[in-house]
C-alpha cells in the first residue's frame, strides 16, 4: 500500500544570529512552526528506486535525480536498514525552491517517514533524527514538523510552546536566494536569543511575543533582492495582517493574521495585484 506524507513549509517566525563558530558557521536562535501549505511525498512499492517529480515547480528540479533531497533521504534510509532503496518516489512540488522555507529539507523529512511506513521499519524517533541530520541541519526539524526552538547551527532543537490557531499568508517574488550567499552577505552585530515561557493565546497575543524579535538575515536578503520590500510592504498593507516578515534566508514572506477570512482576502488581493508573485494562504500546523 503507498504512502502519502505532507512536507509543510516550515517558517522561521523570528531568526537571530547569535555567533559564529570557529569554522565560519553562524549561530542561530529562531522560532520555527509549520504551516499546512506543503509539498507532498508519495512511496508506492517497486523493485528499484524511482522518482517523479510533478507539480507547479517541478521545472526548478530538473537536475540529476540523485542530488534531490528526496532520492538522497531514500538511498540513505535504505543503506541504514541494509536493504534495497525499492520504491516509486512522486514528490507533488507546490512549494517554491530555494525560498526560506525549508521545501527541500521537509521533502526530504517527508520521504523518510513515508519509507519508513512503507517499508515497515522498526526505527525509534531517534534513529529516524539521526539519519535526518546527516542530510542537512534543517531535516530534523522539518522531520518533528511541530513549533521548535532551534539553536546552534540548527541541530539543537526544544520543543516550543504550543502555537494558537492563526492565519498566514505566504508571498514570494519568483526570485530563487541561495541561502548560504545571504549568510555570507550578513554584517553587523550578533543578536540576543528572543525566547519565550509562556505559551500565546491567540493570534494577538502571539505577534504580541514576537515584537521584540526579527529576522537578522532580512536586510542581507534585501540587498540581493530588493524585491522582498516589495513583497513585505504589500502584505503588510493587507487588511488584518498583524504581523509581516520574512522566513529564512528569503526569499519567501509571510504575514499572520487572526481570522481565516482575512488570510483569503489578502492572498486573493496580492494575487490580482501582483500576478508574477507566488501567493498561499493557510494556517499555522498546531
Given at each position: 500500500m503507498s504512502q502519502a506524507?505532507?512536507?509543510?513549509?516550515?517558517?522561521?517566525?523570528y531568526l537571530h544570529v547569535v555567533g559564529r563558530r570557529p569554522d565560519g558557521y553562524h549561530l542561530l536562535d529562531s522560532l520555527v512552526a509549520f504551516a499546512d501549505i506543503a509539498d507532498t511525498v508519495e512511496a508506492a512499492p517497486a523493485d528499484a528506486l524511482a522518482l517523479e517529480i510533478t507539480g507547479p515547480f517541478a521545472a526548478a528540479l530538473s537536475g540529476p535525480k540523485e542530488e534531490n533531497?528526496?532520492?538522497?533521504a531514500a538511498t540513505l534510509l535504505a543503506r541504514h536498514l541494509g536493504?534495497?532503496?525499492?520504491?516509486?518516489?512522486?514528490?507533488?512540488?507546490?512549494l517554491p525552491v530555494a525560498s526560506g522555507i525549508g521545501g527541500g529539507s521537509s521533502d526530504a523529512a517527508a520521504t523518510l517517514?513515508?519509507?519508513?511506513?512503507?517499508?515497515?521499519?522498526?526505527?525509534?524517533?531517534?534513529?529516524?533524527?539521526?539519519?535526518?541530520?546527516?542530510?542537512?541541519?534543517?531535516v530534523p526539524v522539518c522531520l518533528a514538523a511541530?513549533?521548535?526552538?532551534?539553536?546552534?547551527?540548527?541541530e539543537a532543537i526544544e520543543r516550543a510552546p504550543p502555537l494558537p490557531p492563526v492565519a498566514v499568508v505566504l508571498a514570494n517574488p519568483g526570485v530563487p536566494l541561495p541561502t548560504a550567499a545571504v549568510f555570507q552577505r550578513r554584517a553587523g552585530p550578533f543578536s540576543a536569543p528572543a525566547r519565550f515561557a509562556t505559551a500565546p493565546h491567540g493570534a494577538?497575543?502571539?505577534?504580541?511575543?514576537?515584537?521584540?524579535?526579527?529576522?537578522?538575515?532580512?536586510?542581507?536578503?534585501m540587498a540581493m533582492v530588493p524585491a522582498i520590500r516589495d513583497v513585505l510592504a504589500a502584505l503588510a498593507e493587507t487588511n488584518g495582517a498583524l504581523l509581516a516578515r520574512m522566513s529564512g534566508s528569503g526569499a519567501t514572506c509571510f504575514a499572520l493574521y487572526d481570522r481565516d477570512v482575512e488570510a483569503q482576502a489578502?492572498?486573493?488581493?496580492?494575487?490580482a495585484a501582483?500576478?508574477?508573485?507566488?501567493?498561499?494562504?493557510?494556517?499555522l500546523l498546531p
Open positions: 506524507v505532507a512536507a509543510p513549509a516550515k517558517l522561521n517566525l533531497l528526496v532520492w538522497r536493504r534495497p532503496p525499492g520504491a516509486a518516489l512522486t514528490l507533488v512540488k507546490r517517514r513515508a519509507l519508513a511506513a512503507l517499508w515497515e521499519a522498526p526505527l525509534t524517533p531517534g534513529t529516524l533524527a539521526a539519519i535526518a541530520a546527516a542530510l542537512g541541519a534543517d511541530q513549533a521548535s526552538w532551534v539553536g546552534g547551527i540548527g494577538v497575543a502571539l505577534v504580541a511575543c514576537l515584537a521584540r524579535s526579527r529576522n537578522d538575515l532580512a536586510p542581507a536578503a489578502a492572498a486573493e488581493r496580492l494575487r501582483h500576478p508574477a508573485w507566488w501567493v498561499a494562504a493557510g494556517r
